[in-house]
């Protein structure tokens, strides 16, 4: 089962289907993990809190039985304490939320039921991070403004992570980075202190369910860059 390993700090890639082929989700979520995914990244996005519409928790559901490691699913939908109890019924693995996505951000990451999240926007500062440590399994770093598939990193984001990682010192906290990450920067983003890396296009870029060859070395490319 997820999570039952005990937690390291090793590399972990973790595809974001948002790149991947909408009508053949099931068999993407398998070939990217046969290809070495260690997390499958779903990203929910509800058209409100960023623009642009994804999918709900009943996708999440049918996923679930074609991810056999981690559903890591990133919620960017406000107001989001409605949708939580129904992406872990889903079988969410980890829920990352957004602080500006409701109004007591502390007790939504504690309602329980999955590993809580949370995602750090370009923009929003780090001020109450340090209240917020010791609930937290993960911190998602945004490279990118939310949103999107395909955007470049922003590259001040790398003091930034480097600053979370020194928060988090010997906390067993995953630092995940989300946006524009690929082998060409993996490198420093892992120096700065990241130890999960969300990869849409990187990970997915010319390959297909029928070709899935070029995920594994898409994937392959990643984790050596990233070291």
């Known amino acids: 089962m997820p999570f039952t390993r005990p937690f390291d700090r090793s590399v972990k890639i973790a595809p974001s289907i948002l790149s991947a082929d909408f009508a053949n989700f099931g068999a993407e979520c398998r070939a990217i993990e046969q290809a070495g995914a260690d997390w499958v990244h779903v990203d929910v996005m509800d058209g409100h809190f960023v623009p642009n519409l994804s999918f709900g928790p009943m996708t999440a559901r049918a996923l679930r039985p074609h ?61 109450g991070l ?32 480097a600053a979370i990682r020194a928060m988090i010192g010997d906390r067993p906290i995953h630092l995940q980075v989300d946006g524009g990450v690929t082998p060409a920067n993996a490198a420093e983003v892992r120096a700065a202190g990241a130890d999960v890396l969300v990869a849409g296009s990187a990970a997915f870029k010319g390959g297909s369910v029928a070709n899935p060859a070029p995920y594994a070395a898409n994937i392959a490319a990643l984790r050596a860059a990233a070291g």
Not at 135 to 156: A, T
Request: net charge negative.
């Open 67 to 127: 991810i056999a490691g981690v559903m890591d699913v990133h919620l960017m939908v406000a107001p989001v304490d409605l949708w939580l109890a129904d992406f872990i019924a889903a079988g969410a693995d980890v829920l990352t939320v957004h602080p500006e996505a409701g109004p007591h951000v502390h007790r939504t990451i504690r309602a329980g039921g999955a590993k809580a999240g949370l995602a750090i926007n370009p923009g929003t500062g780090l001020d």
């Open 130 to 161: 340090p209240w917020l440590l010791d609930s937290v399994d993960l911190i998602c770093v945004m490279s990118v403004n939310p949103g999107f598939g395909g955007q470049s990193f922003i590259r001040e984001m790398l003091p930034k992570i």
